[in-house]
């Protein structure tokens, strides 16, 4: 499962369904297994079957908020070290607070994030180490993502 490509899986917890179709799509092109789950309920599901090596979570889903979903994440045996993505609609500064605290690995706003930056912070979460690059995405003057 540590190694590059095939064998890496992806959820992405998004209830826009074009939106997370586009994800899936783009990074499935890119050799990952992805799941897709619409809603927080589901996305906890599916999040300790698969026990994933990433999880691209949105903020803001129904039944069970994204903060709440990184916390239960957090608080379990099966989910307290698997790599966590925020890409919300929410400014950081507008998102639920601690959420850097419960470690994620970054956090972009979707409304800022080119379908190639997704797939380039993507890969370099998921890179061995020896092959990850810094990555700043520079989205407009006042407003820049970084992978942490």
């Not at 917890?13 to 990952?32: F, H, M, P, Q």
Request: charged letters at 25%.
């Amino acid at each position: 499962m540590d190694n590059f490509g095939k064998s890496q899986k992806i959820v992405i917890v998004e209830d826009n369904v074009s939106l997370a179709d586009i994800y899936k799509t783009r990074l499935e092109l890119l050799g990952y297994s992805c799941f897709v789950a619409y809603d927080g309920v589901a996305a906890l599901n599916i999040i300790e079957h698969e026990l994933p090596n990433l999880v691209l979570l949105d903020l803001m889903v129904p039944k069970i908020a994204g903060d709440q979903i990184l916390e239960t994440m957090r608080k379990s045996v099966w989910g307290r070290d698997i790599p966590v993505f925020i890409i919300s609609n929410l400014n950081e500064a507008d998102a639920p607070t601690g959420l850097r605290e419960m470690g994620i690995e970054g956090y972009a706003v979707k409304a800022n994030l080119s379908n190639n930056q997704l797939d380039e912070l993507v890969d370099n979460i998921l890179k061995p180490a020896d092959q990850q690059e810094d990555v700043l995405l520079e989205t407009n003057e006042n407003d820049q993502t970084t992978i942490a």
